[in-house]
C-alpha cells in the first residue's frame, strides 16, 4: 500500500527536514559546489581581478555554473570589497548604448544626455574618480555571447579608458561554449588580444556529481536525512552527463518521487522514472507517483496541481557541503559519532594544534586558508585542518587530517588520532582547509627562485613568472605565473629538510 506523507502544499522539505529545497533553480552563491575545474576558473577570477586591466573570459556549456561562479566571485572579495566597486550586467542582449546606460545605473552614475559619448564621458569620469580614492572598478558582464559584435567593440573601446600608467577598468565576461568561437573571428581580434585570462569550464565526472548531491543535501540541512544510493548517482550521471543544472532538475523530481512513495531511501529507478518524467516520456499529470496520491487524499484535482507544480522546474548551478552515504566503506571508526562531539567553529584551534605537533621544532609557522579538493590534498602531502559539516546542527567544526593510508584517513577530532573511512572524511568537508607550512625564505619571490632552480625550472633568460607558470601546470594549479597562496605552498613543500608528510603516516 503506498505511503502517503503530509500531502498540505504538495511540498517535500519538510518532509525530508530540509531548511530549504537543495536543487533550486537559483544560482544561490552559497550553494556553489567547487570541482577542481570550479576551483581554477574562480582563481581566473581573482588573477584577473588582482592584474587591474584587460578582460578575463569564463565560458562553459549551459547549465555548467558560471552564474553562481560569479555571483560567489563577487562575494568572496572579502576586505578588497571596501576597495573595489562592482557592476553586474545580467542581460545583454541590447544595443551599445543601452549597454553603456545599464553600466551607469549599476554604478548608480547619470550622463548629460543620452548620447554614447556622454555616457561614455560619465563613466571615464567616475572611472578616475575611483582610482584617485584607491578604488578598482569591476564590470561582469553574464550571458556574453548574447552580445552583438558592435556591442562587443564597444566595450573593448571602453576598456581603454586609462591613465598613462594603468588600465582602470577590468571587465569579466561570462559566456556559454559559443561565446569563445565568436572571439576567434578577426573583426574581434582586437578584443581578443587583450584577455588576460581565459577559462572553459565542463560538467561534472562521475565522482564529482556523487559529490555535488551530497553537497547540496548538506547544505540544505539534509546530512543523513535522506540518501542516494551509489547506483542511484551513477544513474543520475548518466542521465545528465554531470551537468549540474540538470543534476538538479533529476533530483528534485527524485526526491519529489521518495516523498510520495514515503522512503528517504532515493534508488536508481526512482531516478530513472524521474528522468523520464522530466524528459516528457511521462507527463507530470498522469505521473505513477502523483496518481496514487491523488487519490490517496481524495483530492480530484492535485494531480493537475503537482503537475503545474512539477512543469515549472527546479534546476539550479554548482556548490559545497556533504551528506551520509549507504555505502560507506568500513574502517575501524565512523567519522560522524566523532564530529557530533565537537564544539563548533572553536574546534579549528584544536585542529591546528595537532597539525603542528606533527611539524619538528624549528622557526614560526606559516598558514593559509583556502578552498580545495582531495587531489590537491594529496599532491602537498602536508597535514591540514579541514572544516566539516556538523551532523547534529547547520554548523561546521573542524578536524586536523594527519594521515591518509590507503582508502582510510588518520584524524585529530578532538582526542587522539583516529582512523576512519577516507571518503566519508571527503564528504562531510567542506572545501576548506588550513595549511601550516615552514618557509625559511625571506619573501615569496625567493622561495620560488630556489625551488625552481632545484627542480629545472629557471631556463635562461626565463622570468620567474615563466617559471612559476611552468611548475604551476606540472602541479596541476591555475597557471598564472603568480606566486599565491596554493604556489607558495607548494614550492615550500619542495624544500629540504624534515617535514610531516600525510603519504608516510604523518612523519618527518
Not at 552580445?147 to 565576461?173: F, G, H, M
Not at 587583450?194 to 547544505?219: C, I, M, W
Not at 582508502?407 to 588520532?417: F, I, K
Request: aromatic share 6%.
Amino acid at each position: 500500500m503506498l505511503h502517503s506523507p503530509r500531502l498540505e502544499p504538495l511540498l517535500y522539505e519538510s518532509w525530508y527536514g530540509f531548511a530549504e529545497k537543495p536543487f533550486s533553480l537559483t544560482p544561490d552563491p552559497k550553494y556553489l559546489y567547487l570541482s577542481p575545474r570550479h576551483t581554477e576558473a574562480f582563481a581566473h577570477l581573482q588573477f584577473g581581478h588582482r592584474e587591474r586591466g584587460g578582460f578575463v573570459v569564463i565560458t562553459g556549456e549551459v547549465g555548467t555554473g558560471k552564474t553562481t561562479l560569479a555571483r560567489y566571485f563577487l562575494g568572496q572579495l572579502g576586505a578588497e570589497a571596501e576597495h573595489t566597486s562592482t557592476a553586474m550586467v545580467l542581460y545583454p542582449a541590447v544595443t551599445a548604448a543601452e549597454l553603456l546606460r545599464s553600466i551607469l545605473d549599476d554604478f548608480h552614475l547619470s550622463a548629460r544626455s543620452e548620447s554614447l559619448k556622454d555616457c561614455v564621458d560619465a563613466l571615464h569620469r567616475f572611472l578616475l574618480q575611483e582610482r584617485a580614492a584607491g578604488r578598482h572598478v569591476l564590470l561582469l558582464i553574464d550571458e556574453a555571447q548574447d552580445l552583438a559584435p558592435e556591442v562587443l567593440e564597444q566595450v573593448r573601446l571602453i576598456s581603454n579608458l586609462e591613465t598613462d600608467t594603468e588600465k582602470l577598468l577590468t571587465i569579466v565576461l561570462m559566456g556559454q561554449s559559443e561565446f569563445a568561437e565568436m572571439l576567434s573571428r578577426r573583426e574581434l581580434r582586437q578584443l581578443a588580444q587583450r584577455v588576460t585570462a581565459r577559462y572553459h569550464l565542463t560538467p561534472l565526472d562521475t565522482v564529482e556529481v556523487e559529490d555535488y548531491v551530497r553537497h547540496r543535501l548538506q547544505v540544505a540541512g539534509g546530512a543523513g536525512k535522506v540518501a542516494f544510493t551509489r547506483d542511484a548517482l551513477k544513474a543520475l550521471h548518466r542521465a545528465t552527463g554531470g551537468v549540474p543544472r540538470l543534476v538538479n532538475l533529476g533530483c528534485d523530481r527524485a526526491l519529489l518521487g521518495g516523498y510520495v512513495a514515503g522512503t528517504r531511501t532515493i534508488d536508481a529507478e526512482l531516478v530513472r522514472r524521474a528522468w523520464r518524467e522530466v524528459g516528457g516520456e511521462v507527463k507530470p499529470a498522469r505521473s505513477p507517483w502523483l496518481a496514487p496520491l491523488a487519490v490517496a487524499a481524495g483530492i480530484v484535482l492535485v494531480a493537475a496541481v503537482a503537475g503545474t507544480w512539477i512543469a515549472r522546474g527546479n534546476p539550479a548551478v554548482a556548490t559545497a557541503v556533504p551528506a551520509a552515504s549507504t555505502s560507506a566503506a568500513p574502517a575501524p571508526a565512523l567519522l560522524e559519532p566523532l564530529l557530533r562531539g565537537l564544539p563548533g567553529a572553536s574546534s579549528q584551534s584544536s585542529a591546528l594544534d595537532a597539525v603542528a605537533a606533527r611539524w619538528p621544532a624549528g622557526p614560526p609557522l606559516q598558514r593559509a586558508s583556502f578552498r580545495s579538493h582531495l587531489e590537491q590534498i594529496r599532491r602537498f602531502d602536508l597535514p591540514v585542518a579541514l572544516e566539516m559539516f556538523h551532523p547534529a546542527r547547520r554548523d561546521t567544526c573542524w578536524v586536523g587530517l594527519l594521515a591518509i593510508e590507503g582508502d582510510v584517513a588518520v584524524v585529530a577530532a578532538g582526542g587522539s588520532p583516529v582512523r576512519v573511512p577516507l571518503a566519508e572524511l571527503d564528504r562531510h568537508w567542506t572545501r576548506l582547509a588550513t595549511f601550516l607550512w615552514r618557509d625559511e625564505a625571506a619573501t615569496p619571490d625567493a622561495t620560488a627562485h630556489g625551488a625552481l632552480a632545484r627542480l629545472g625550472l629557471l631556463a635562461a633568460g626565463a622570468s620567474l613568472a615563466d617559471g612559476v607558470a611552468r611548475f604551476q601546470a606540472e602541479q596541476g594549479l591555475a597557471v598564472d605565473g603568480v606566486i599565491g597562496s596554493r604556489t607558495l605552498l607548494a614550492l615550500a613543500s619542495l624544500r629540504p629538510g624534515p617535514r610531516p608528510r600525510l603519504s608516510t603516516g604523518g612523519g618527518a
